[in-house]
């Protein structure tokens, strides 16, 4: 648990409200209440108050009555903010003029005097966090890994005095974050999400474009053209007085890190230099990946942390990728069954789309409301669409006019068992074995509660499954 006794010195003996009692927020409350805080706590979901109470907060309705006499509000980052309107807290604490923040601008204010390299992006910042984090402790770097990836930084053991935080940032984050700002700084990508709750696409990609606010590193990709327009706003000193590393995994970029043909090339001193080659790892398949892993590459290479070429890659070989990112849950007669329950948007589900081929895939949920016109290109490599959830219509709806074969299954229980049927029976069929994928291009909360959970279901399913052998299509009976 992180020390937090220089943030409680400069509240001058007054509370923090903490709104918002997710993992975050109860987090924050233990470490602010060891530290040696008064933590008046609320949520509407009553249900978490109990938990609250036993960190040590007082759980109280606050009203304006409350909030007048406190510091400052630590928001969970899922409360609305700014839109589709502000939640009703929030335009409390503004009228009282109290800052509002979030767990991550409270590390920082600790003063723990780590380096703190923080990720975000639309797609991909768990995967590239998560690399990141591998390479360094592999180096036998000191790390601490957490933020938006799972674990709440406040619950995080501080690392050595040269160790890293290694920090998954979301765009919400972003906004409760004042003075925040990572040392080594990293953005992916900027697609279209979460546009219900920053009102549109520019208000979107600002909030990301905020963590190249002032001095340290900016590692960003050229790859698309948001993340393009930032890079020149840098290059012209409108953001930040940040050293600039630019990244690519669609063509060669000067003074930065490319991936070509699955090669890492690194041009950061001039002339590229081919690092080795990333083909063939499980755990970084896909031209996405290809994306990630250059993004890796250029923080770990660089001054900051100056770790040997060779050596990344090295590390990156022995990644074991992410639960519920094209995680392979079991190979049953040469069929490999992937978990990609992550892939809650359409941009996401393309990557995985993109990196196999004979899909038999599992997709549906409550859908986002982004058009599926982009997997268009990629339907070439789908077999067969097994259907599920609130989208389940809607989406047999836009297969029917580009006569896409596919089953209604309503839940993952059929889609798995019908997926499986199908799959291992027609292994011998022209191609080759397909594969099994759960890739549902949708939110998860009309029958799951994450899509951590939709994961967990799916591989407990696949790993019930018999493994007698199905007849192959094509085979004498």
Not at 52 to 64: Q, S, T, Y
Not at 189 to 215: C, S
Not at 301 to 315: C, K, M, R
Request: charged residues 20%; contains cysteine.
């Amino acid at each position: 648990m992180i020390d937090c006794k220089n943030f409680v010195q400069t509240l001058n003996g007054k509370p923090v409200a903490v709104f918002g009692l997710g993992l975050s927020g109860l987090a924050t409350i233990k470490a602010l209440v060891k530290s040696g805080a008064k933590i008046l706590a609320w949520d509407d979901n009553a249900q978490s108050h109990e938990a609250a109470v036993k960190a040590g907060a007082e759980v109280i309705m606050l009203d304006e009555a409350q909030l007048k006499g406190c510091a400052l509000l630590v928001l969970a980052p899922g409360v609305p903010l700014f839109y589709p309107r502000p939640h009703s807290i929030v335009g409390t604490a503004r009228k009282l003029g109290l800052e509002i923040i979030c767990d991550l601008e409270i590390l920082h204010r600790c003063g723990h005097g780590r380096e703190t390299i923080g990720i975000t992006g639309t797609n991909g910042k768990s995967t590239t966090t998560a690399l990141i984090a591998h390479i360094l402790e592999s180096a036998g770097r000191s790390v601490a890994l957490g933020g938006n990836i799972g674990r709440p930084v406040l619950s995080l053991d501080m690392p050595k005095k040269d160790g890293f935080f290694v920090l998954e940032i979301s765009s919400f984050q972003m906004d409760l974050c004042p003075t925040f700002r990572p040392d080594i700084s990293v953005l992916l990508n900027i697609t279209p999400d979460h546009l219900d709750r920053h009102g549109n696409f520019k208000n979107y990609a600002a909030a990301k474009e905020h963590i190249f606010d002032g001095e340290g590193l900016a590692v960003i990709s050229l790859d698309d053209e948001p993340c393009r327009r930032i890079y020149e706003h840098m290059l012209a000193f409108e953001i930040g007085t940040r050293r600039i590393r630019p990244f690519s995994f669609e063509g060669k970029v000067e003074n930065g890190v490319f991936v070509k043909d699955g090669i890492v090339f690194d041009a950061r001193h001039g002339d590229a230099r081919a690092i080795g080659s990333i083909n063939g790892l499980s755990a970084l398949r896909g031209k996405h990946n290809h994306q990630n892993a250059a993004a890796a590459y250029a923080v770990c290479a660089s001054q900051d942390v100056a770790l040997d070429p060779q050596e990344i890659l090295e590390h990156m070989k022995t990644f074991p990728g992410l639960a519920h990112r094209q995680f392979q849950t079991r190979v049953i007669n040469g069929i490999p069954y992937i978990n990609d329950s992550k892939a809650t948007n359409v941009i996401a589900a393309s990557k995985a789309l993109s990196a196999y081929r004979n899909i038999y895939w599992i997709a549906g949920g409550r859908p986002k409301g982004d058009s599926l016109e982009d997997l268009y290109p990629l339907m070439n490599n789908v077999r067969h669409v097994f259907l599920i959830g609130e989208a389940m219509v809607a989406f047999a709806g836009w297969l029917d006019q580009y006569s896409v074969d596919y089953t209604l299954c309503g839940d993952l229980e059929n889609a798995v068992r019908e997926a499986h049927t199908m799959a291992q029976a027609e292994r011998g069929r022209p191609g080759g074995a397909g594969v099994v994928m759960l890739s549902p291009a949708c939110a998860s909360y009309d029958q799951f509660s994450s899509y951590a959970q939709r994961g967990e279901t799916f591989e407990n399913l696949v790993n019930a499954l018999d493994e007698e052998q199905t007849p192959v299509a094509g085979a004498a009976a």
